[in-house]
């Protein structure tokens, strides 16, 4: 018992022991540790102090180095605006100067122009003076001595240059009429051609009535796959022993028209067997349009052309224009071309060539947007031919200013081939309204008595009055018609303007 409290008590002893070495020991460390404190803001103070000196210094220097910048720019600028209020100043005393300069012209000019407007009125008052006095003199206005002056200078121009133009034309109409009636006439002699005629349908013969029910088939299937695998109408009516293919494409209709009787004759009607007959007719005609091609090269004479061209071509003997099968035409007036050419001594294969393919741009007008010309000129190009072959065909109807003498002669040899009498056909009415166009324009000069068109267009008689005429003036009309006709009519060939003026004397005896 006594050794517990002794062990108590030395517990208690050691635990206050400890408790006041500790506490001496904290007080001694917060007494260094305040030391310390009062040290560091010692040293801190003394820090603050010198920066503050030195940011001091720091901006004094630098608003001494700003002052010093600003003074030197103000004196630049100083200067600048001296040298300018100078440049200023000379110019405002220079355009002072030359204001009084142009103040005393400008008094000089308007003295000029007084005197001048005084000297004006002075001269239109003489000038009045001497009109009323001309006009009393002469018994007319002025208005009218100019009209009569005007008058009689045109008429005397006119007679001179009719005079001179009579003469120069006499001239070079003989040599030129001479030389190109014998080119002509030697180019038409040797060139012999058939008439065709153009249209839009076929017909076909049927060996009886009743095959026109087999054509038409159990309720019309027969002729619609017909008409589908051709591309043509079938039109069966009331005529005896005979249908009519209609369509506008030439080849397909003879494509259908080639089917057709080949099914007649064959006896087999019904769909498949017409489309079987339809490609078999279709490869046909391909293998005439391809015949047809090189029947032309071959009767032109010329041997060396892309196998597509020698299609084009082909497809040319089943066109019509106006009536004359196209391939037909082209090689007709290739003959025609070449005997110009060897008569004016160029090339004749070149001449024969250009002619030749001049319209082939018909062969796909219904294809593609454009005039026939420039389309054979694109396709010419496209398949390689020679610029001066391009060149005459799009200036073969003037579309393009002819450049090259081929391009002369595919004009001529075309004109030539399509103006011969019977080689196109004219629908009547269209005829009867050239002729009264023709007629109409020459009985609108003022002395016509009365007009004729004759020679189925190609020649216009007109009759004036000998008193309203002269002779002279009966030559400037012949001209002013022609010129009239080329200008509002299209025609092939050319038309002939022969003014007549007859003056008779007619008295009886009593």
């Known amino acids: 018992m006594t050794q517990v409290v002794l062990l108590i008590l030395g517990l208690l002893v050691g635990v206050g022991i400890g408790y006041l070495v500790r506490k001496s020991i904290s007080e001694s460390r917060a007494g260094a540790i305040e030391v310390r404190a009062r040290e560091i803001l010692a040293e801190a103070e003394r820090d603050a102090i010198a920066a503050k000196s030195q940011a001091l210094v720091d901006a004094k220097d630098e608003a001494i180095r700003v002052r010093q910048e600003a003074e030197a720019e103000v004196k630049t600028r100083t200067a600048e605006v001296t040298r300018r209020e100078t440049r200023l100043n ?3 005393e220079t355009l002072d100067e030359m204001s009084r300069r142009l103040e ?3 008094r000089s000019l308007l003295d000029r122009a007084a005197e001048a407007e005084r000297m004006r009125d002075q001269l239109e008052e003489v000038l009045v003076k001497q009109k009323t006095e001309l006009e009393r003199l002469a018994g007319m206005t002025a208005q009218e001595a100019r009209d009569t002056l005007i008058h009689q200078i045109q008429d005397e121009a006119k007679r001179d240059a009719m005079v001179l133009v009579r003469d120069i034309e006499g001239q070079a109409r003989e040599e030129a009429d001479r030389r190109a009636r014998k080119i002509v006439a030697i180019a038409m002699q040797r060139v012999a051609s058939e008439e065709t005629s153009e249209n839009a349908i076929s017909v076909v013969t049927l060996p009886n009535d009743e095959m026109k029910g087999r054509i038409i088939g159990r309720e019309g299937r027969n002729i619609r796959a017909f008409e589908a695998a051709t591309g043509t109408n079938l039109i069966i009516d009331d005529t005896p022993e005979s249908v009519i293919l209609s369509c506008f494409d030439p080849i397909r209709r003879e494509v259908a028209r080639i089917t057709l009787e080949k099914l007649i004759s064959d006896g087999r009607i019904q769909p498949s067997r017409i489309e079987e007959i339809a490609e078999k007719a279709r490869a046909e005609v391909e293998r005439a349009i391809r015949e047809a091609g090189e029947w ?13 061209m020698v299609k084009v071509l082909g497809r040319l003997n089943y066109r019509t224009s106006y009536g004359q099968n196209i391939l037909k035409h082209l090689v007709e007036a290739a003959h025609i071309a070449g005997v110009i050419a060897a008569e004016l001594g160029t090339d004749i294969d070149l001449a024969k060539r250009c002619t030749l393919l001049h319209d082939l741009g018909k062969a796909i007008t219904h294809e593609v947007e454009g005039s026939h010309a420039m389309i054979g000129a694109e396709l010419a190009r496209r398949l390689k031919e020679s610029p001066a072959v391009i060149h005459a065909i799009e200036a073969h109807h003037g579309e ?3 450049r090259t ?9 075309d004109a030539i081939s399509g103006a011969r009498p019977g080689a196109r056909r004219e629908t009547l009415e269209t005829y009867v309204k050239r002729l009264q166009r023709l007629e109409a324009i020459a009985e609108s000069f003022h002395g016509v008595q009365k007009c004729y068109a004759m020679q189925a267009g190609r020649e216009v008689r007109v009759m004036v009055r000998p008193e309203s005429v002269d002779d002279l003036g009966a030559e400037v009309m012949a001209r002013d018609i022609a010129k009239r006709i080329e200008e509002e009519l299209q025609y092939p060939g050319q038309i002939k303007v022969m003014v007549i003026r ?3 004397a007619v ?3 009593k």
């Open 502 to 504: 007859e003056h008779r």
């Open 90 to 92: 000379q110019k405002e």
């Open 507 to 509: 008295e009886y005896a």
């Open 296 to 308: 032309a090269l071959m009767d032109v004479g010329i041997t060396d052309m892309h196998p597509e």
């Open 104 to 106: 005393g012209r400008e």
């Open 405 to 413: 003498i081929e391009a002369v002669i595919v004009q001529t040899a």
């Open 400 to 402: 393009v200013e002819p």
